[in-house]
């Protein structure tokens, strides 16, 4: 009896995302009907995250796949469905070019016959067809998620974590983006320092020098350290106040650039913000203020009066240098004027500043003086301060209880609290707001980093350094204060 030589069968399995549990159902169904027709399987191919739509070239299986049925080396080839094969006609020409008859789980196609190339075409059509209404669909969902103030998936802001589905169903709410903790409190601490003066520069190697990284990726597996570029994108980003950017009509165009967006482009979002809106309106306004002096981190300053104080001679900003042998310095810029060294200096003017800010009146320092009710405002603080100081005096005699004087105590501070707000000056609140009123003021500012340090300088005072003179020293105190004019502003 003569023997009869099986079928040589191949089995091809794509799928557009990276996941291998797609295509290993695939093989099981194909190679189960392969069984069932008493075919004999002598190859797989498998192209894992690879588009329908795209062209499958060299290095891919489907390129192997057309040389070897080309080549003869099978005779039927098994797909799960025609879809997995491709769905642009132009693949199809490929495979009845090549003269493969073609098996499929669900039906068979027979794409070496004039009959079977004409299903294939309609069913490709129409897999098409079908892909692009769901696609259309998803778009559509997506632009109604969005005016509801719900974030489609992708990549995630720093500072939160995606909820899946899964979660958000179990807890019965849409909220997709969670707040995630220390990485929440590094966006909060950019922000502060940010609007405090501190550069961007000197911001990123304060979080890398605490170890901080951004979330981890395939590049950065432990995540990368921060730099200036980063932090701009986070300052710009209206995801942190709790706001959503909605696309205008047509789409992004050339894709989503965060210096764009406005406050009226954004819907509020669904997730608890990480700061406030007036915050990131803020640090915006900053970022694109055209006189805010940024060096991109790459050279940033060492000493503290570098740049910001001035020649009392020529009033250019005076340089930090080596001076001589090596020991830290400033001088005038045309080098005609001065040379002083610096550990004196910075020594004196830190000690100006301390006592300022130590003062009972020091905050008077927040105060907008360019408003024209300036004294009529400090006129109402002290009133509505005197008051609060009578509520003290009579809870301390018993005129008035306890509750009474909280509820009056409560009052008189919002007044307060609205006075100053009245007549403070917003850059200088965001530098100065939480040192001023300290109980050591020496402690908390020995504390602050050189750039906080340098930011307040800069918004308080004007250094001016003359100079000494002939044969003259300034190292003492008494001389530094001789020589060095300290001009509030």
């Known amino acids: 009896m003569a023997s009869t030589t099986p079928t040589r069968a191949a089995i091809y399995a794509r799928q557009s995302i990276a996941e291998p549990e797609g295509i290993r159902r695939q093989v099981e169904a194909c190679t189960a009907l392969a069984s069932a027709r008493g ?28 040389s070897d049925a080309r ?25 009845t070019t090549a003269k493969v008859a073609t098996v499929t789980t669900d039906g068979e196609v027979d794409l070496a016959s004039p009959a079977g190339r004409l299903i294939a075409n309609v069913l490709t059509a129409v897999a098409r067809n079908e892909s692009e209404v769901k696609a259309e669909r998803r778009v559509f969902a997506n632009a109604s998620r969005r005016t509801d103030g719900v974030p489609t998936s992708g990549r995630v802001p720093f500072g939160y974590r995606w909820v899946t589905a899964k979660e958000r169903a179990e807890r019965g709410t849409t909220q ?44 950065h597996p432990e995540g990368a350290p921060f730099r200036a570029v ?33 406050r009226e482009s954004c819907v509020p979002g669904d997730w ?17 203020h055209p006189g805010r002096r940024t060096n991109g981190g790459r050279t940033a300053r060492k000493w503290l009066l570098s740049g910001l104080a001035v020649c009392g001679t020529c009033f250019e900003p005076v340089r930090a240098g080596g001076g001589e042998a090596g020991i830290h310095s400033y001088r005038c810029r045309s080098m005609a004027h001065f040379m002083r060294r610096g550990v004196p200096l ?37 009133a509505v301060q005197a008051r609060l100081d009578n509520v003290v005096s009579l809870v301390e005699d018993g005129t008035l209880t306890a509750e009474s004087a909280r509820t009056a105590i409560r009052r008189l501070r ?23 009123g300290q109980a050591d003021i020496s402690a908390v500012w020995a504390s602050l980093p050189l750039d906080r340090k340098r930011a307040v300088l800069d918004v308080v ?29």
């Open 346 to 382: 910075d020594r004196y003017v830190e000690s100006v500043i301390v006592e300022r800010l130590s003062r009972p009146d020091a905050a008077d320092l927040l105060l907008d003086e360019e408003r024209p009710d300036a004294d009529e405002l400090r006129s109402e603080r002290l």
């Open 176 to 219: 997709a983006y969670e707040v995630d903790g220390d990485r929440a409190q590094d966006v909060r601490d950019i922000f502060e320092a940010f609007l405090a003066g501190v550069p961007l520069g000197g911001i990123a190697r304060e979080l890398n020098d605490r170890g901080r990284r951004t979330v981890p990726s395939k590049s």
């Open 461 to 489: 005072m004007t250094v001016v350094v003359h100079t000494v003179g002939q044969g003259g020293r300034s190292q003492s105190m008494e001389r530094m204060a001789a020589t060095t004019e300290i001009r509030w502003k």
């Open 414 to 436: 919002e007044e307060l609290g609205g006075i100053d707000a009245r007549m403070t000056e917003a850059g200088r609140v965001d530098v100065l707001g939480d040192i001023v």
């Open 71 to 95: 080549a003869g080396r099978f005779d039927v080839l098994i797909v799960r469905k025609l879809d997995r094969l491709g769905r642009s006609l132009s693949t199809i020409e490929s495979l």
């Open 230 to 262: 980063t932090l701009r994108r986070i300052l710009l980003s209206p995801y942190y106040a709790g706001l959503l950017p909605v696309p205008p009509e047509g789409g992004w165009g050339e894709g989503y650039n965060v210096e764009s967006i406005t």
């Open 272 to 288: 608890e913000p990480i700061v406030g809106e007036e915050t990131w309106l803020a640090a915006k306004e900053r970022l694109g």
């Open 39 to 66: 075919y004999e399987v002598v190859a797989t191919y498998e192209d894992n995250n690879v588009s329908g739509y795209k062209s499958r070239g060299a290095g891919t299986a489907f390129d192997r796949m057309l």
